[in-house]
């Protein structure tokens, strides 16, 4: 089968379109994900102190209400009270980010640490 330089002119541009449309959703997709806008509103009256996951599907999270810190456990299909804290355990100020360390803050120390 012989391509006529037209017909590769079109392909080519057929996948420069496709390759522009795929990246603008993902690059959509992300910002999305990472906006202040999602969730239920911008409200701080119920505030994540830190969350730790215990499996797959289960999760302890210390949320802030009413100056009051809660310690909830969290299931695929339940969510329930552990403790309700009167004085604060931790402080919601600082980010999660700090208090609990990242995959690629842990990937990079790990890396550093190999090349020593």
Do not use: C
Not at 96 to 101: F, P, V, Y
């Amino acid at each position: 089968m012989i391509v006529s330089p037209t017909e590769g002119s079109e392909l080519l541009s057929v996948a420069a379109s496709l390759l522009v449309v795929v990246g603008s959703i993902v690059v959509l997709g992300w910002l999305y994900s990472r906006s202040k806008f999602v969730g239920a509103g911008n409200s701080d009256a119920i505030s994540i102190v830190a969350s730790r996951a215990l499996g797959a599907k289960e999760r302890l999270m210390l949320i802030e209400v009413a100056d009051k810190q809660l310690l909830i456990g969290m299931t695929q299909t339940q969510v329930q009270t552990l403790h309700v804290f009167d004085a604060p355990v931790l402080s919601h100020k600082a980010p999660l980010a700090e208090t609990n360390s990242g995959f690629a803050q842990r990937f990079k120390a790990a890396l550093q640490e190999k090349l020593r």
